[in-house]
């Protein structure tokens, strides 16, 4: 699931061509201001010391996550306090088997854009059940009901920070779709953000990814601008 950007010949110019046939570019604007895409699996040599170099900085998210709680914790009361038990929540879970906890593979695949300038991400799940299941348990232990707004004929959690911000969280197609908003955007343009609609002019019919490999040479594992 995990990739860098990286360079390749003709064969690999021509994953690239077969990977933008596949569903996620098809929910990336054709005018996306920045984009990543890890389009296809990485080989399992390749995947195997990605895992190794992320089982070892893992410690460093942990402690990074310790920092944060800390400062939350001399914050106060209130918003602060449930931000406290949502890291805590995260932080237990920050182990080398975390892309399993949540339902993960390295078989999955992921692309980074911006609708407009509002990120979002969207990975393929190998175990939607799994992923469930733990949106669920993270929801119990934080001691929040989960908040939920159906968008099209699927259903996010909407996590709110304060008056400003909003994260949407849920599962599209078979992908986790994870999207960051104003708090004001209303319904129709929520919707249009998480991909309720796919929209008219996509990067797959646009032919910009195969564009990129052709005068990059990138590989359908690491592409963007």
Request: proline share 4%; net charge negative; glycine share 8%.
């Amino acid at each position: 699931m995990l990739s860098l950007s990286a360079c390749g010949g003709k064969d690999e110019a021509a994953s690239v061509e077969k990977a933008a046939d596949s569903l996620l570019p098809e929910y990336v604007p054709a005018d996306s201001p920045y984009v990543y895409g890890a389009l296809a699996p990485s080989p399992d040599d390749v995947a195997d010391k990605l895992e190794t170099l992320i089982d070892a900085v893992m410690p460093a998210f942990k402690a990074q996550l310790d920092v944060a709680r800390e400062g939350i914790a001399m914050a106060g009361e209130g918003e602060s306090e449930d931000a406290a038990t949502v890291i805590d929540a995260l932080a237990k879970r920050m182990t080398p088997e975390i892309a399993e906890t949540f339902g993960f593979s390295r078989e999955d695949t992921a692309v980074f854009y911006g609708n407009g300038l509002l990120p979002v991400a969207r990975i393929t799940l190998t175990d939607e059940a799994q992923f469930e299941s733990e949106l669920a348990a993270i929801a119990e232990e934080i001691g929040k009901e989960r908040v939920q707004k159906t968008l099209g004929d699927d259903a996010f959690d909407v996590i709110t920070f304060g008056d400003a911000l909003s994260i949407l969280v849920g599962v599209q197609d078979g992908m986790v779709v994870m999207a960051l908003a104003p708090a004001s955007l209303d319904d129709d343009a929520l919707g249009e953000l998480v991909g309720a609609t796919k929209p008219s002019q996509s990067l797959a019919a646009g032919g910009a990814l195969t564009a990129l490999a052709d005068k990059y040479s990138y590989v359908a594992q690491g592409l963007g601008y």
